[in-house]
Protein backbone atom coordinates (compact mmCIF):
# COMPACT_ATOMS: atom_id res chain seq x y z
CA UNK A 1 0.00 0.00 0.00
CA UNK A 2 0.98 3.66 -0.53
CA UNK A 3 0.96 5.45 3.02
CA UNK A 4 1.40 9.60 3.16
CA UNK A 5 2.17 11.07 6.31
CA UNK A 6 1.41 14.79 5.95
CA UNK A 7 3.25 17.57 8.25
CA UNK A 8 0.77 18.22 10.82
CA UNK A 9 -0.47 21.96 10.20
CA UNK A 10 -2.51 22.99 13.01
CA UNK A 11 -1.59 25.06 15.21
CA UNK A 12 1.42 24.47 17.92
CA UNK A 13 0.80 20.53 17.00
CA UNK A 14 4.62 19.44 16.99
CA UNK A 15 3.69 15.25 17.18
CA UNK A 16 4.25 13.29 13.27
CA UNK A 17 1.97 10.09 13.03
CA UNK A 18 4.71 7.94 11.83
CA UNK A 19 8.42 7.72 13.27
CA UNK A 20 11.60 7.11 11.52
CA UNK A 21 11.05 3.53 13.13
CA UNK A 22 7.35 3.14 11.74
CA UNK A 23 8.64 3.65 8.78
CA UNK A 24 11.08 0.65 8.38
CA UNK A 25 8.48 -1.46 10.14
CA UNK A 26 5.95 -0.52 7.06
CA UNK A 27 9.13 -1.24 4.60
CA UNK A 28 9.26 -4.63 6.29
CA UNK A 29 5.79 -5.59 4.59
CA UNK A 30 6.40 -4.29 1.19
CA UNK A 31 4.95 -0.83 1.64
CA UNK A 32 5.58 2.23 0.40
CA UNK A 33 5.60 5.25 2.50
CA UNK A 34 5.87 9.02 1.46
CA UNK A 35 6.79 11.55 4.27
CA UNK A 36 6.46 15.15 3.41
CA UNK A 37 9.70 17.19 4.31
CA UNK A 38 10.40 17.90 8.02
CA UNK A 39 7.23 16.56 8.54
CA UNK A 40 9.02 14.82 12.01
CA UNK A 41 11.22 18.01 12.95
CA UNK A 42 9.40 19.34 15.76
CA UNK A 43 9.16 15.78 17.52
CA UNK A 44 13.01 16.08 16.57
CA UNK A 45 12.88 13.55 14.10
CA UNK A 46 15.03 14.65 10.82
CA UNK A 47 14.52 14.46 7.21
CA UNK A 48 17.56 12.21 6.79
CA UNK A 49 16.08 9.48 9.11
CA UNK A 50 13.18 9.36 7.41
CA UNK A 51 15.25 8.62 4.37
CA UNK A 52 17.32 6.14 6.02
CA UNK A 53 14.74 4.60 6.94
CA UNK A 54 13.25 3.84 3.86
CA UNK A 55 10.54 6.92 3.13
CA UNK A 56 10.48 9.00 0.39
CA UNK A 57 10.29 12.21 0.93
CA UNK A 58 7.82 14.90 -0.45
CA UNK A 59 7.96 18.48 -0.33
CA UNK A 60 4.56 19.58 -0.79
CA UNK A 61 1.03 18.47 1.30
CA UNK A 62 -0.53 18.40 -1.97
CA UNK A 63 1.57 15.75 -3.32
CA UNK A 64 1.24 13.28 0.18
CA UNK A 65 -2.34 13.90 -0.34
CA UNK A 66 -2.00 13.36 -3.94
CA UNK A 67 -0.40 10.22 -4.21
CA UNK A 68 -1.68 8.23 -0.80
CA UNK A 69 -3.71 5.35 -0.59
CA UNK A 70 -3.78 5.62 3.37
CA UNK A 71 -2.83 8.89 5.26
CA UNK A 72 -1.50 8.34 8.42
CA UNK A 73 -1.93 11.48 10.85
CA UNK A 74 -2.63 13.15 14.01
CA UNK A 75 -5.06 15.51 14.34
CA UNK A 76 -8.15 15.81 12.15
CA UNK A 77 -7.87 17.50 8.85
CA UNK A 78 -7.92 21.30 8.83
CA UNK A 79 -10.29 23.09 6.43
CA UNK A 80 -7.51 24.14 3.92
CA UNK A 81 -7.01 19.92 3.73
CA UNK A 82 -10.30 19.20 2.91
CA UNK A 83 -10.09 19.70 -0.91
CA UNK A 84 -6.77 17.37 -0.56
CA UNK A 85 -8.84 14.16 0.27
CA UNK A 86 -9.97 11.88 -1.93
CA UNK A 87 -13.02 9.98 -2.69
CA UNK A 88 -11.93 6.42 -0.88
CA UNK A 89 -8.84 7.46 0.29
CA UNK A 90 -8.40 5.76 3.72
CA UNK A 91 -7.50 8.32 6.67
CA UNK A 92 -6.09 6.96 10.17
CA UNK A 93 -6.07 9.74 12.56
CA UNK A 94 -7.53 11.72 15.53
CA UNK A 95 -10.97 13.30 14.20
CA UNK A 96 -13.01 14.07 17.43
CA UNK A 97 -16.50 14.20 14.90
CA UNK A 98 -18.33 14.87 17.64
CA UNK A 99 -17.07 18.03 18.08
CA UNK A 100 -16.94 19.37 15.01
CA UNK A 101 -20.11 19.34 12.63
CA UNK A 102 -18.05 21.65 9.85
CA UNK A 103 -15.31 18.47 9.83
CA UNK A 104 -18.30 15.94 9.65
CA UNK A 105 -19.72 17.00 6.99
CA UNK A 106 -16.22 17.99 4.94
CA UNK A 107 -15.71 14.28 5.61
CA UNK A 108 -19.06 13.25 4.18
CA UNK A 109 -18.52 15.45 0.92
CA UNK A 110 -15.04 13.87 0.15
CA UNK A 111 -16.07 10.31 0.48
CA UNK A 112 -13.01 9.31 2.46
CA UNK A 113 -12.67 6.49 4.52
CA UNK A 114 -12.11 7.91 8.32
CA UNK A 115 -10.70 5.41 10.79
CA UNK A 116 -10.99 7.48 14.30
CA UNK A 117 -7.95 6.59 16.92
CA UNK A 118 -10.36 7.79 19.53
CA UNK A 119 -13.18 5.49 18.85
CA UNK A 120 -10.86 2.43 18.15
CA UNK A 121 -11.88 0.36 21.16
CA UNK A 122 -11.03 -2.85 23.32
CA UNK A 123 -13.24 -5.37 24.31
CA UNK A 124 -12.75 -4.21 27.94
CA UNK A 125 -14.35 -1.04 26.43
CA UNK A 126 -10.61 0.85 27.08
CA UNK A 127 -9.76 3.14 24.03
CA UNK A 128 -6.01 2.09 23.40
CA UNK A 129 -5.00 5.05 21.08
CA UNK A 130 -6.39 7.40 23.70
CA UNK A 131 -4.49 5.82 26.73
CA UNK A 132 -0.91 7.11 25.72
CA UNK A 133 -1.86 10.58 25.78
CA UNK A 134 -3.36 10.15 29.22
CA UNK A 135 -0.46 8.84 30.27
CA UNK A 136 1.57 11.39 29.19
CA UNK A 137 -0.87 13.73 30.92
CA UNK A 138 -0.94 12.63 34.07
CA UNK A 139 2.57 12.51 34.34
CA UNK A 140 3.11 16.02 33.50
CA UNK A 141 0.51 17.26 35.39
CA UNK A 142 2.48 16.49 38.21
CA UNK A 143 5.73 18.35 36.73
CA UNK A 144 3.47 21.57 35.91
CA UNK A 145 2.37 21.55 39.19
CA UNK A 146 5.31 21.66 40.69
CA UNK A 147 6.76 24.31 39.48
CA UNK A 148 3.58 26.18 39.45
CA UNK A 149 3.91 25.70 42.99
CA UNK A 150 7.13 27.83 42.75
CA UNK A 151 6.40 31.59 44.22
CA UNK A 152 7.80 33.30 41.00
CA UNK A 153 5.05 32.09 39.66
CA UNK A 154 2.45 32.52 42.28
CA UNK A 155 2.55 29.40 43.23
CA UNK A 156 2.84 28.54 47.42
CA UNK A 157 6.45 28.57 47.20
CA UNK A 158 6.59 24.70 48.56
CA UNK A 159 8.89 22.47 47.14
CA UNK A 160 6.88 19.07 46.74
CA UNK A 161 9.18 16.61 47.84
CA UNK A 162 10.35 18.67 50.74
CA UNK A 163 14.19 18.14 52.31
CA UNK A 164 15.22 16.11 55.56
CA UNK A 165 13.74 18.13 58.32
CA UNK A 166 10.75 20.00 56.27
CA UNK A 167 7.68 18.29 55.38
CA UNK A 168 6.54 17.37 51.90
CA UNK A 169 4.07 18.92 49.86
CA UNK A 170 0.34 17.61 49.81
CA UNK A 171 -1.12 16.31 46.44
CA UNK A 172 -4.83 15.67 45.92
CA UNK A 173 -5.56 13.56 42.81
CA UNK A 174 -9.62 13.33 41.37
CA UNK A 175 -9.94 10.65 39.96
CA UNK A 176 -7.82 7.72 39.74
CA UNK A 177 -8.04 6.26 36.27
CA UNK A 178 -5.05 6.83 33.37
CA UNK A 179 -4.67 10.16 34.30
CA UNK A 180 -4.82 10.20 38.01
CA UNK A 181 -2.83 6.77 38.37
CA UNK A 182 0.27 8.34 36.61
CA UNK A 183 -0.02 11.25 38.48
CA UNK A 184 0.20 9.65 41.61
CA UNK A 185 2.68 7.59 40.56
CA UNK A 186 4.76 10.67 39.57
CA UNK A 187 3.75 13.12 42.40
CA UNK A 188 4.69 9.78 44.96
CA UNK A 189 8.21 9.18 43.31
CA UNK A 190 8.99 12.69 44.43
CA UNK A 191 7.97 12.43 47.59
CA UNK A 192 5.12 14.47 48.08
CA UNK A 193 2.13 13.33 50.59
CA UNK A 194 -0.74 12.00 47.98
CA UNK A 195 -4.48 11.33 48.43
CA UNK A 196 -5.82 9.77 45.39
CA UNK A 197 -9.84 9.53 45.10
CA UNK A 198 -11.99 8.17 43.09
CA UNK A 199 -15.82 6.62 43.16
CA UNK A 200 -15.00 3.42 42.20
CA UNK A 201 -14.67 1.02 44.98
CA UNK A 202 -12.65 -1.67 42.84
CA UNK A 203 -10.31 1.28 41.67
CA UNK A 204 -9.94 2.33 44.74
CA UNK A 205 -8.60 -1.07 45.91
CA UNK A 206 -6.34 -1.76 42.89
CA UNK A 207 -4.81 1.65 43.58
CA UNK A 208 -4.34 1.07 47.25
CA UNK A 209 -2.68 -2.78 46.18
CA UNK A 210 0.24 -1.12 43.84
CA UNK A 211 0.69 2.49 45.14
CA UNK A 212 3.68 3.50 47.40
CA UNK A 213 3.45 3.85 51.36
CA UNK A 214 3.13 7.94 50.54
CA UNK A 215 -0.41 7.52 48.42
CA UNK A 216 -3.50 7.08 50.68
CA UNK A 217 -7.07 6.15 48.87
CA UNK A 218 -9.59 7.62 49.99
CA UNK A 219 -13.80 7.40 48.50
CA UNK A 220 -14.76 10.96 46.47
CA UNK A 221 -17.53 12.37 47.75
CA UNK A 222 -18.54 16.11 48.94
CA UNK A 223 -17.67 15.63 52.02
CA UNK A 224 -14.26 14.12 51.72
CA UNK A 225 -13.20 16.79 48.74
CA UNK A 226 -13.75 19.84 50.94
CA UNK A 227 -11.63 18.38 53.48
CA UNK A 228 -9.08 17.45 51.33
CA UNK A 229 -8.93 20.56 49.49
CA UNK A 230 -8.21 22.84 52.67
CA UNK A 231 -4.76 20.81 53.04
CA UNK A 232 -3.79 20.32 49.59
CA UNK A 233 -1.18 22.20 48.29
CA UNK A 234 -1.54 20.96 44.38
CA UNK A 235 -5.06 19.32 43.26
CA UNK A 236 -4.50 17.48 39.97
CA UNK A 237 -8.57 17.02 38.04
CA UNK A 238 -8.28 13.54 36.58
CA UNK A 239 -12.14 12.48 36.69
CA UNK A 240 -14.00 11.19 33.62
CA UNK A 241 -17.46 9.85 32.97
CA UNK A 242 -17.52 8.21 29.21
CA UNK A 243 -19.72 10.42 26.87
CA UNK A 244 -20.34 13.03 29.86
CA UNK A 245 -19.29 16.41 30.69
CA UNK A 246 -16.75 16.02 33.81
CA UNK A 247 -18.67 17.36 37.11
CA UNK A 248 -17.71 19.97 38.85
CA UNK A 249 -16.41 18.31 42.26
CA UNK A 250 -14.52 21.85 43.03
CA UNK A 251 -17.10 24.61 43.10
CA UNK A 252 -16.70 28.33 43.07
CA UNK A 253 -16.89 28.50 46.82
CA UNK A 254 -14.85 26.04 47.68
CA UNK A 255 -11.33 28.29 46.41
CA UNK A 256 -11.83 30.23 49.30
CA UNK A 257 -11.25 27.35 51.81
CA UNK A 258 -7.92 26.74 50.10
CA UNK A 259 -5.04 28.42 50.78
CA UNK A 260 -3.41 30.88 48.77
CA UNK A 261 -0.74 29.66 46.43
CA UNK A 262 -2.47 26.37 45.77
CA UNK A 263 -2.37 25.27 42.79
CA UNK A 264 -4.97 23.37 40.24
CA UNK A 265 -3.93 21.06 36.92
CA UNK A 266 -7.44 20.34 35.79
CA UNK A 267 -6.18 18.05 32.98
CA UNK A 268 -10.04 17.10 32.70
CA UNK A 269 -10.71 21.07 31.50
CA UNK A 270 -10.99 18.69 27.41
CA UNK A 271 -14.37 17.60 28.77
CA UNK A 272 -15.50 20.53 30.77
CA UNK A 273 -12.91 20.34 33.46
CA UNK A 274 -14.07 19.02 37.20
CA UNK A 275 -12.93 22.56 38.85
CA UNK A 276 -15.93 24.98 38.19
CA UNK A 277 -14.00 28.01 37.94
CA UNK A 278 -10.97 26.08 34.99
CA UNK A 279 -11.58 27.14 31.47
CA UNK A 280 -9.24 26.02 28.51
CA UNK A 281 -5.57 27.77 28.36
CA UNK A 282 -3.06 27.34 26.15
CA UNK A 283 0.86 26.43 26.69
CA UNK A 284 1.89 30.58 25.36
CA UNK A 285 -0.02 30.83 28.59
CA UNK A 286 -1.24 28.33 30.84
CA UNK A 287 -2.44 29.65 34.47
CA UNK A 288 -4.63 32.39 35.86
CA UNK A 289 -5.37 33.12 38.90
CA UNK A 290 -9.03 33.22 41.16
CA UNK A 291 -9.09 33.80 44.89
CA UNK A 292 -5.31 33.55 45.30
CA UNK A 293 -5.27 29.62 43.48
CA UNK A 294 -3.47 28.77 40.36
CA UNK A 295 -5.52 27.50 37.82
CA UNK A 296 -3.62 25.26 35.04
CA UNK A 297 -5.82 24.49 32.36
CA UNK A 298 -4.39 23.67 29.14
CA UNK A 299 -6.18 21.44 26.67
CA UNK A 300 -3.82 20.02 25.17
CA UNK A 301 -0.60 19.22 27.34
CA UNK A 302 0.92 16.74 25.67
CA UNK A 303 1.95 19.34 22.73
CA UNK A 304 4.73 20.48 25.16
CA UNK A 305 6.39 17.76 25.34
CA UNK A 306 6.06 16.20 21.37
CA UNK A 307 9.00 13.82 20.88
CA UNK A 308 7.38 11.81 24.21
CA UNK A 309 4.08 12.13 22.72
CA UNK A 310 4.88 10.75 19.40
CA UNK A 311 6.37 8.12 20.52
CA UNK A 312 3.73 7.41 22.87
CA UNK A 313 1.55 7.56 20.50
CA UNK A 314 3.08 5.50 17.49
CA UNK A 315 3.75 2.55 20.00
CA UNK A 316 -0.54 2.45 20.06
CA UNK A 317 -0.91 3.47 16.38
CA UNK A 318 1.68 1.60 14.55
CA UNK A 319 0.30 -2.19 15.04
CA UNK A 320 -3.45 -1.12 13.98
CA UNK A 321 -1.74 1.12 10.78
CA UNK A 322 0.35 -2.00 9.52
CA UNK A 323 -3.16 -4.45 9.49
CA UNK A 324 -4.68 -1.90 7.61
CA UNK A 325 -1.77 -1.86 5.57
CA UNK A 326 -1.48 -5.08 5.25
CA UNK A 327 -5.05 -6.62 4.68
CA UNK A 328 -6.66 -3.21 3.23
CA UNK A 329 -9.17 -0.95 5.23
CA UNK A 330 -12.22 -3.53 5.11
CA UNK A 331 -10.83 -6.98 5.41
CA UNK A 332 -8.79 -5.46 8.60
CA UNK A 333 -11.95 -3.74 9.96
CA UNK A 334 -13.90 -6.94 9.46
CA UNK A 335 -11.30 -9.29 11.36
CA UNK A 336 -10.48 -6.83 14.00
CA UNK A 337 -13.43 -5.69 16.02
CA UNK A 338 -11.31 -2.45 17.68
CA UNK A 339 -10.48 -1.52 14.23
CA UNK A 340 -13.89 -1.88 13.38
CA UNK A 341 -15.21 0.33 16.28
CA UNK A 342 -12.52 3.43 14.62
CA UNK A 343 -14.96 3.48 11.36
CA UNK A 344 -16.76 7.03 11.36
CA UNK A 345 -17.40 8.58 7.55
CA UNK A 346 -16.82 6.11 5.04
CA UNK A 347 -18.13 6.78 1.52
CA UNK A 348 -20.36 9.39 2.85
CA UNK A 349 -21.96 7.64 5.19
CA UNK A 350 -21.68 8.20 8.93
CA UNK A 351 -21.22 4.59 10.39
CA UNK A 352 -20.81 5.51 13.89
CA UNK A 353 -23.99 6.21 15.99
CA UNK A 354 -22.56 9.21 18.40
CA UNK A 355 -21.46 11.28 15.38
CA UNK A 356 -24.44 10.56 13.55
CA UNK A 357 -26.48 11.81 17.23
CA UNK A 358 -24.22 14.80 17.47
CA UNK A 359 -25.22 16.22 14.18
CA UNK A 360 -28.78 14.49 13.68
CA UNK A 361 -27.42 12.89 10.49
CA UNK A 362 -28.88 9.58 9.37
CA UNK A 363 -27.00 6.62 11.03
CA UNK A 364 -25.79 3.40 8.53
CA UNK A 365 -24.58 0.32 10.49
CA UNK A 366 -20.98 0.12 10.37
CA UNK A 367 -21.60 -3.54 8.39
CA UNK A 368 -23.37 -2.11 4.89
CA UNK A 369 -19.84 -0.56 4.41
CA UNK A 370 -17.48 -4.03 4.60
N1 LIG B 1 -5.71 18.19 29.09
C1 LIG B 1 -5.13 17.26 28.37
O1 LIG B 1 -4.19 17.50 27.63
C2 LIG B 1 -5.61 15.83 28.47
C3 LIG B 1 -4.85 14.77 27.96
C4 LIG B 1 -5.31 13.47 28.13
C5 LIG B 1 -6.51 13.23 28.80
N2 LIG B 1 -7.26 14.29 29.26
C6 LIG B 1 -8.52 14.12 30.01
O2 LIG B 1 -8.27 13.66 31.33
C7 LIG B 1 -9.46 13.10 31.85
C8 LIG B 1 -9.18 11.77 32.53
O3 LIG B 1 -8.82 10.81 31.54
P1 LIG B 1 -8.45 9.30 31.91
O4 LIG B 1 -7.88 8.70 30.68
O5 LIG B 1 -7.67 9.23 33.18
O6 LIG B 1 -9.90 8.68 32.18
P2 LIG B 1 -10.22 7.31 32.93
O7 LIG B 1 -11.56 6.88 32.45
O8 LIG B 1 -9.08 6.36 32.85
O9 LIG B 1 -10.34 7.74 34.48
C9 LIG B 1 -11.36 8.53 34.99
C10 LIG B 1 -11.58 8.15 36.44
O10 LIG B 1 -12.47 9.11 37.02
C11 LIG B 1 -13.22 8.41 37.99
N3 LIG B 1 -14.36 9.21 38.42
C12 LIG B 1 -15.58 9.37 37.82
N4 LIG B 1 -16.35 10.20 38.57
C13 LIG B 1 -15.60 10.55 39.65
C14 LIG B 1 -15.83 11.38 40.78
N5 LIG B 1 -17.01 12.01 40.97
N6 LIG B 1 -14.84 11.52 41.68
C15 LIG B 1 -13.66 10.91 41.52
N7 LIG B 1 -13.38 10.11 40.47
C16 LIG B 1 -14.35 9.94 39.56
C17 LIG B 1 -13.57 7.10 37.30
O11 LIG B 1 -14.00 6.12 38.22
C18 LIG B 1 -12.23 6.77 36.62
O12 LIG B 1 -11.43 5.94 37.45
C19 LIG B 1 -10.41 13.01 30.64
O13 LIG B 1 -11.29 14.09 30.68
C20 LIG B 1 -9.49 13.12 29.46
O14 LIG B 1 -10.15 13.60 28.31
C21 LIG B 1 -6.82 15.57 29.09
Not at 78 to 86: D, F, G, M, T, V
Not at 263 to 281: H, L, M, N, R, S
Request: with cysteine.
Amino acid sequence: MIIGVPKEIKNNENRVALTPAGVAEFKKYGHTVYVQSTAGEGSGFNDDEYIKAGATLLPTIEEIYGIAEMIVKVKEPIASEYNLIKKDQLLFTYFHFASSEELTHAMIKQGAVCLAYETVEKADRSLPLLVPMSEVAGRMAIQEGAKYLEKPLKGKGILLGGVPGVPPAKVLVLGGGIVGTQAAKMAAGLGARVVIMDVSLPRLRYLSDIMPQNVVTIMSNEYNIREAIQEADLIVGAVLIPGAKAPHLITRDMLKTMRPGTVVVDVAVDQGGCIETCTPTTHENPTFIIDDVVHYCVANMPGAVPYTSTLALTNATLPYAIQLANKGWQKACAENEELKKGLNVVDGKVVYQGVADAWGLAYESVETVL
